[in-house]
C-alpha cells in the first residue's frame, strides 16, 4: 500500500498531460484500462526507472489475475520480480497466482520469500494457510491463520477460513467461534450468515 501511494506521489509530480492519464491508467482498479496504461509504460523500456518498470508489471499482473489470465499475470510478476528481487508484494501475488492454478508447492515457495522480506504483513501468512488448507495441511493452515488474526485481529477472512479448516478438523465449537468473529466483523458476508446455518446455528 505505501509503495502504491509512493508511485503515485512521484508520478504526480514528474507526469504532465497525457503521460500523467497513462499512469493513472496503470493504477485503475478496472483491469482493461489498467492493462493499458501499465503496457504503455512497459513499452517505454529503459526511458522509465526499474522501480517504476517494476511497479507496472505488477500491477498488470494483477489486473490479468481480474481477467483470469493467470499464466498472463505470472509472467508480469517473474518480470516484476526480475526487476526488483526484494518486492514481497510481488511474491506474494505470484504465489496467489500459482494457488489459482493449482500449483501449490510454487505458491508456497513464493509466499515463504514474500513472508521472509515482510514478516509482519498479516496477508501472507492468511494466503500461505489457504495454500495449505488446499493441500490437506490442516494445522499448517491453522497456524498460519493464527499468525494472520494475531497481526491483524479485523481480518474477517482470516477467521472465516479458520473457521473452515477448524470445521474440517471436526473442531465444531471453534469453527462456530470464528465463523461469529468474521461475521463481527462483516456482518454483510452472506456466506459466513449461510455456513453457521448450516452448522445449525443462527448467525
Known amino acids: ?20 492519464d497513462v499512469y493513472s491508467d496503470c493504477q485503475a482498479k478496472d483491469p482493461d484500462r489498467s492493462i493499458r496504461g501499465c503496457t504503455q ?28 489470465k493467470i499464466d498472463h499475470a505470472i509472467a508480469d510478476y517473474n518480470k516484476a520480480i526480475k526487476l526488483n528481487p526484494k518486492d514481497a508484494v510481488a511474491y506474494n ?25 515482510d514478516p509482519n504483513e498479516a496477508r501472507y501468512y492468511s494466503n500461505r494457510g489457504a495454500a495449505y ?4 495441511k490442516i494445522d499448517r493452515a491453522i497456524a498460519d491463520y493464527n499468525k494472520s ?4 485481529r479485523n481480518d474477517a477472512a482470516a477467521y472465516y477460513n479458520r473457521g473452515l479448516a477448524y470445521n474440517k478438523k471436526g473442531d465444531k465449537d471453534q469453527a462456530i467461534a470464528d465463523f461469529r468473529r468474521a461475521l ?14 448450516g452448522l445449525g446455528v443462527t448467525p
Do not use: H
Request: with cysteine.
Open 1 to 20: 500500500m505505501l509503495r502504491t501511494l509512493v508511485f503515485a506521489i512521484a508520478l504526480a509530480l514528474c507526469a504532465t498531460g497525457a503521460w500523467a
Open 41 to 68: 509504460i512497459i513499452e517505454r523500456g529503459n526511458r522509465e526507472s526499474k522501480s517504476y518498470r517494476a511497479i507496472s508489471y505488477l500491477n498488470r499482473g494483477n489486473a490479468y489475475v481480474k481477467k483470469g
Open 93 to 117: 501475488s505470484r504465489g496467489v497466482a500459482y494457488q489459482k492454478k493449482g500449483a501449490l508447492d510454487y505458491a508456497i515457495a513464493d509466499i515463504d520469500k514474500a513472508i521472509a522480506i
Open 133 to 136: 488448507a488446499k493441500k490437506g
Open 149 to 152: 488474526i494475531t497481526l491483524n
Open 184 to 197: 463481527e466483523i462483516n456482518p454483510s458476508d452472506q456466506s459466513t450468515r449461510d455456513i453457521l446455518k
